[in-house]
Each structure stands twice: as structure tokens, then as C-alpha cells.
């Protein structure tokens, strides 16, 4: 099945998984047109929700989301990160998505089937669209991977450290720090 013009887009690929027997505490996304799913698992929650909660102090509830689509530059990605947070004054797109262009945190939480996407294709598809801070948290290795300074395609900054040592974010566009120390590992 394709859209109108005979191609394929992401909104036919959504419009499948809603139809798909989807097992409940499962999350999906498309990257560079496959789809992937996989367990949502307490340790990527607690994570999840422990940088969801330290965003608050900067950002209010409606410019946060966790698992919403967001259609990115490139092949077929519609990507549900952990952790977005949009700037002030983001504005959905015609169809009702948040628009990538709005976006100036990304935060993925490692999952063993989907980590090759997180610190490969995603990487390379937020530096792409202009993302300004990208955080990976692995909590199978318990350790984070700051990237920033997106320019032509890649990100020109990477900073790694161990769970427990702060994440500083003051020198971006998002003006705090994360603390790490209570992240669970795997």
C-alpha cells in the first residue's frame, strides 16, 4: 500500500502499525523505513522519567513528551524518542506532528534489541535536522553520551562519563544540568 502518488510515507507505515496486534507495553518506530519494536522496560522508564522530571524546572509539561511521533529529515523516520523537548513557541505541522525543527533535546534510553539505531542512524538523523543536544543513556555499560554542535550532518562535540556524574547541559539550549546518579543500570 502507498499514499496517492504510489509512495510509500510514514503516515501509510503508522496507519499499519495501528492495525498491527501490537502486544501492550511495546514501542514502535520507523527508522529509515523499518519498523521497530520492542519491550518497554522498567530501568528505560525509571530513566526516562527521572530526566522528564529534572526537564520540568525549565520546561513546562506541554513543550515535554515522551514516545511522540516526530517525522525527521532522510528515508522514512518517524521517530518516538524516550525523552523530546520543544522550544517555546513550537508549532504542530499540517497533520498535526510536532515538527522536527522544534525540537532542541532528544534523549534516547538503550534497549538491547534497538541500541544500533540509537548510536548510529538516530544519531546521524538528528545531527542531520539541526537537534541541538542529543543524549544517549546506556544502562547496560551505566553511562551517558552528550552530542552537540549539529553542523552539516554529524555532531562536532561528544562528551561520555559514567552514571552518577552530572550531565551539563548549561551551555546549550537547555540551560541545566542532569543529575545521574539514581539512573538504574541493566
Known amino acids: 500500500m ?21 502486544p501492550e507495553g511495546y514501542k514502535t518506530e520507523i527508522v529509515g523505513g523499518h519498523i521497530f519494536l520492542w519491550p518497554q522496560r522498567d530501568t528505560s522508564w525509571d530513566i526516562t522519567m527521572a530526566v522528564l522530571e529534572q526537564l520540568r524546572s525549565r520546561y513546562p509539561l506541554k513543550r515535554l513528551g515522551s514516545d511522540i511521533r516526530v517525522d525527521y529529515p532522510g528515508r522514512l523516520n518517524g521517530f518516538a524518542s524516550d525523552v523530546a523537548a520543544l522550544a517555546e513557541g ?23 534489541g534497538t541500541a544500533a539505531n540509537d548510536y548510529g542512524p538516530k544519531k546521524a538523523t538528528y545531527a542531520a535536522a539541526g537537534v541541538p543536544v542529543y543524549l544517549i543513556v546506556d544502562p547496560y555499560t551505566g553511562e551517558w553520551h552528550l552530542h552537540t554542535l549539529p553542523k552539516d550532518g554529524e555532531y562536532h562535540s561528544a562528551v561520555s562519563f559514567r552514571f552518577g556524574e552530572d550531565v551539563d547541559l548549561t ?6 544540568t542532569l543529575k545521574t546518579d539514581d539512573f538504574p543500570r541493566d
Open 90 to 112: 513550537a508549532q504542530r505541522d499540517g497533520k498535526g506532528h510536532w515538527r522536527y525543527q522544534d525540537v532542541e533535546f532528544v534523549a534516547e534510553v538503550i534497549s538491547k
Open 171 to 176: 551551555g546549550t539550549a537547555v540551560g541545566l
Open 2 to 22: 502507498t499514499d496517492s502518488s504510489g509512495e510509500l510515507t510514514l503516515d501509510v507505515m503508522f496507519e499499519w502499525l495501528e492495525k498491527m496486534p501490537v
